[in-house]
């Protein structure tokens, strides 16, 4: 609260006392101290893991950048159970052959620049995501679009190759303005530090040390946010976030298990545990010739205890992985493929020629069971889990040699194997076709694996392209089944999203979570802050 000071000559502690005492009866201003210019800012402190190179949802993977949905909207959004609604759009009609989609949006959408958000907007997008150019991380999501046309001025049509029910789910991708972005680079454009959005916040500062603040818009169409401002600042370290939220200096991070012990109940902050479509998983590179034989892959994945990683190091926070759609209405779990077997282990292991040697690392041909495994240093639960399965596959008679390396030092196409994470809850197809099909190696982050199976590649293309939810699931189940044959990972567990909290915010409405628990800001305009 800030109070009005007054200069005086004290002349006599007469006058002094006059002068006072006529302050306190006339200065009505010092009666409201509740006046709207002296209330505080309400600001919420997000502490993120890492920094924000740019915003653009064009450019981003969904799942690294809560910012982007803050900022910019786009034809659909999900709910709080992540079913699809109208979001920009108000409504849409299908073709009969499920071709044509037609769009109408709404008409009190504008850019924080007070223009309108038209059609022209919504197609300029979606060509842009599809353009080579761009190679924008999610082009995959709209391979299926054969055209985009603007009808009218608030009307957009999308046509279709093929029957392709994911569409709407993929269409809450934030759209972002042609006025201004027509004729740049958008991959180098100052837009992408500058945004320009129709979200409930826009940018007010990007500051050197990377944080980046956002206020409320009041251009927004929909409810306006309670909260005034929104920062983004990055803390890598997690004891630090969690220091930070005992301090006050933050209202809200992502903590991990092993820091649960240390909150106590009069800390000014709490941890709500979300659940998540988060998986891990260890990452097998095919460009390596030792991943060649799936005896190998099967044996290290009935080689792991996932129930003893879930109650050890997660502390329960989390729960056993036995595929990449375990989240989702599709899920086939494989749990024969994925329990522990060791036993069973072993067997493969000898079947496919491999003996323990004098020092009980397996050999064949004079190669040793052996490769690094890659995780990155700033992540404590994937360094933790690269540990376990070491220690796990240590027995079968194969060498891990662990390498935990910052981030910068990391090429994906060229490790051994990585302790991955990947997973959504939305429409099976996302994070599935993508990873897995053959067609997406080397397209941006995508197939980093350079997996190939023609009959992987059969059904996940049959499962985004058949119009029937029931075909759809008999095509998934197939996929998780020959995915178990053929492991393109071993995946470990399913991360609960653990959020620390300031006990002076609310308004948190909890889903089901997206890759390390993004999402969390989906209902931001409900929030609020004492």
Same mark, same amino acid.
């Given at each position: 609260?800030?109070?009005k ?13 006059m ?18 210019s002296?209330q505080?800012? /309400? @600001?919420?402190?997000y502490?993120i ?7 653009n949802?064009?450019?981003n993977e ?14 659909t959004?999900?709910t709080e159970k992540n ?15 499920q ?10 959408? $504008?850019?924080?620049?007070? $223009?309108?958000?038209?059609?022209e ?6 060509d842009?995501i ?12 709209f391979?299926?679009?054969?055209a ?5 001025e608030n009307q ?5 190759s093929n029957?392709f029910?994911p569409l709407?789910d /993929?269409l809450?991708?934030?759209?972002v303005p ?8 958008i ?6 530090q500058?945004p320009v ?11 050197n040390d990377?944080?980046i603040?956002v206020e ?16 983004f600042?990055?803390?890598p370290?997690?004891?630090t ?7 006050g200096?933050?209202?809200l991070?992502l903590?991990?298990?092993n820091q ?10 709490t ?10 998983a260890?990452?097998?590179n ?8 799936a ?21 329960n926070k989390?729960e056993p992985a ?6 989702s209405w ?9 329990s522990?077997?060791p ?6 292991l ?5 003996? $323990?040697g ?5 050999? $064949? ?17 994937r360094?933790?889990l690269?540990n ?10 194969v060498s891990?040699?662990?390498?935990p ?7 994906l ?6 302790v991955i ?11 599935t076709?993508?990873i ?20 992987v590649?059969?059904?996940l293309?049959?499962?985004?392209i058949?119009?029937d ?10 996929? @998780? ?10 995946f ?6 653990l ?9 948190i409405?909890t ?6 628990g993004?999402g969390?800001?989906?209902n931001?305009e ?5």
């Open positions: 609260m800030q109070f000071k007054t200069k005086a000559v004290l002349i006599s502690t007469f006058v002094s006392s002068l006072l005492l006529a302050g306190c009866v006339g200065d009505k201003s010092a009666e409201k101290p509740t006046d709207k002296h505080a800012t /309400k @600001q919420l402190v502490g893991e890492a920094e924000i190179e740019q915003v949802p064009v450019l969904e799942e690294h950048s809560e910012l982007d949905s803050l900022i910019f909207r786009g034809l959004k999900p079913e699809i609604v109208a979001d920009l759009a108000t409504d849409w009609e299908i073709s009969p052959d071709l044509i989609y037609t769009f109408t949006l709404r008409d009190d959408a $504008k850019w924080q620049d007070g $223009k309108p958000v038209t059609a907007d919504v197609k300029f997008t979606l842009k599809r353009d080579p150019k761009t190679n924008s991380p999610i082009s995959g999501d391979n299926e679009i054969k985009v046309d603007v009808l009218k957009v049509q999308i046509t279709l029957p029910p709407l /993929k809450k991708v934030g759209i042609k006025h201004i972005l027509q004729g740049e680079d991959n180098t454009t100052d837009f992408n500058n959005g129709n979200g409930p916040f826009k940018l007010k500062e990007w500051s990377h944080t603040t409320r818009s009041d251009t927004y169409y929909g409810v306006k946010p309670k909260l005034d401002e929104v920062v600042k990055p803390i370290d997690a004891n976030r969690a220091l930070q939220l005992k301090t200096e933050i209202d991070a903590m991990e298990p649960l012990a240390s909150v106590k109940e009069n800390d000014n902050f941890v709500k545990t979300i659940s998540t479509a988060d998986y891990r260890v990452m097998y095919f460009r390596n010739p030792l991943f060649k034989d005896r190998i892959r099967q044996a290290m994945n009935l080689g792991i205890d996932r129930d003893a990683i879930v109650s050890g190091m997660l502390a989390g036995y595929g990449p759609l375990q989240k599709a899920n086939a779990p494989q749990k024969d493929m994925y522990y077997q036993e069973k282990a072993n067997k493969l000898d079947e496919a020629g491999w003996k $323990k004098s020092d009980g690392v397996r050999v $064949k041909d004079g190669k040793r069971l052996e490769f690094d495994l890659v995780s990155p240093i700033s992540d404590p639960v360094v933790a690269a376990v399965v070491a220690e796990q596959l240590k027995p079968l008679g891990v040699i662990l390498k390396l910052d981030w910068s030092a990391i090429k196409d060229e490790v051994d194997a990585f994470g990947w997973g959504s809850p939305f429409d099976p197809d996302d994070h076709y993508r897995f099909h053959s067609s997406q190696i080397g397209d941006g982050l995508n197939n980093l694996t350079a997996y190939q199976n023609s009959k590649d059969q059904l293309t049959e499962a985004r058949n119009p939810k029931e075909k759809r699931t008999k095509f998934y189940e197939q996929f @998780q089944r020959e995915l178990a044959i053929d492991p393109a990972f071993n470990l567990v399913y991360l609960d999203a959020y620390g909290v300031n006990k002076k915010v609310s308004g409405t889903r089901t979570l997206g890759h390390h993004s969390v800001l989906w931001i409900e929030w609020d802050k004492q």
